[in-house]
């Protein structure tokens, strides 16, 4: 079992940056692909940035160039860094683990709010 707890979501101007974090506990966090979704009402979750090592990473085309994903495997914890935020950045967003037997774990999610 893992659990997963994201933190750092909050209301930000068009422009700005936030960091959100994602402390996993319950199993090697080193062996577990970490990815980043988000979900606005209505519509499919989506995947953000995903992460393997630290040079084995991938982003939605949305985000490229904007945000960046990373992993401290000594507190087991990812990272996602927002940078140039857009209204359209507006979402929940969760954070999912994949142990290496194949299982997927989900946080609670934490809502990013780009407004003005």
């Known amino acids: 079992q893992v659990q997963l707890v994201e933190s750092g979501g909050g209301l930000v101007q068009p422009g700005g940056s936030l960091r959100l974090s994602c402390a996993a506990s319950?199993?090697?966090?080193?062996?577990?692909?970490m990815a980043w979704y988000r979900q606005v009402l209505g519509k499919e979750r989506e995947l953000v940035a995903s992460?393997?090592?630290?040079?084995?990473?991938n982003y939605a085309d949305s985000v490229k160039g904007r945000f960046a994903i990373s992993r401290d495997n000594a507190k087991n914890t990812v990272y996602l860094q927002m940078n140039s935020l857009k209204p359209d950045d507006t979402a929940v967003y969760y954070c999912?683990?994949?142990?290496?037997?194949?299982?997927?774990?989900w946080g609670k999610g934490t809502l990013v709010t780009v407004s003005s």
């Open positions: 992460i393997i090592t630290s040079s084995t990473t």
């Open positions: 999912k683990a994949t142990t290496a037997f194949g299982i997927s774990y």
């Open positions: 319950g199993s090697i966090f080193s062996r577990n692909a």
